[in-house]
């Protein structure tokens, strides 16, 4: 994850705090399996214990990292609205005339069809960029182009 205060989008937000939510039931199930460490067994019980520690320390390093994600985004405030970062919403229209509004998330989402990472192909070539610019980018098929229409919330009926 960036280590630099930067927005994400609301549903980015949702998915981070499911997310976190998730990881800290993992985390209490697995801490409660924990033994003291004056408690007798054999060699395949220390190791057993010892894989659940190293689960712990895994789960408590991610919970760290989501709760520093989810606090920087809050005071980096919200996404910018005239030149195309994290948290973006972008209005382009394709080669092919089609015209579509993509969030720019940092991590994949899910749930939303509409996100696009950025450091996908076309995340990485949207960055920086503002309304009216054209932009390049790789796809599967070959390299292709959209021009940025807007920057902003979505049309109604969009998510944000």
Same mark, same amino acid.
Do not use: C
């Given at each position: 994850m960036s280590s630099e205060s930067a927005p994400i989008s609301e549903t980015a937000r949702q998915a981070l705090e499911r997310e976190l939510a998730d990881l800290c039931d993992e985390r209490a199930s697995v801490s409660a399996t924990l033994r003291d460490s004056d408690a007798v067994g054999d060699r395949a019980d220390e190791a057993d214990e010892l894989q659940r520690a190293d689960a712990l320390a895994r789960l408590d390093a991610r919970i760290a990292q989501i709760t520093?994600?989810?606090?920087?985004? /809050?005071? /980096?405030?919200?996404?910018?609205?005239?030149?195309?970062? $994290?948290?973006?919403? $972008?209005?382009?229209?394709?080669?092919?005339? /089609?015209?579509?509004?993509?969030?720019?998330?940092?991590?994949? $989402?899910?749930?939303?069809r509409t996100s696009v990472t950025s450091d996908s192909p076309l995340g990485r070539a949207l960055l920086g960029h503002r309304a009216g610019d054209s932009v390049s980018y790789d796809t599967p098929e070959g390299q292709t182009s959209a021009v940025v229409v807007s920057l902003g919330r979505q049309p109604s009926g969009g998510q944000e």
């Open positions: 520093t994600r989810l606090r920087r985004a /809050a005071s /980096a405030g919200p996404p910018p609205t005239d030149m195309v970062g $994290v948290g973006s919403t $972008v209005t382009l229209r394709f080669a092919d005339g /089609a015209v579509e509004t993509v969030q720019i998330d940092e991590t994949a $989402v899910e749930s939303d």
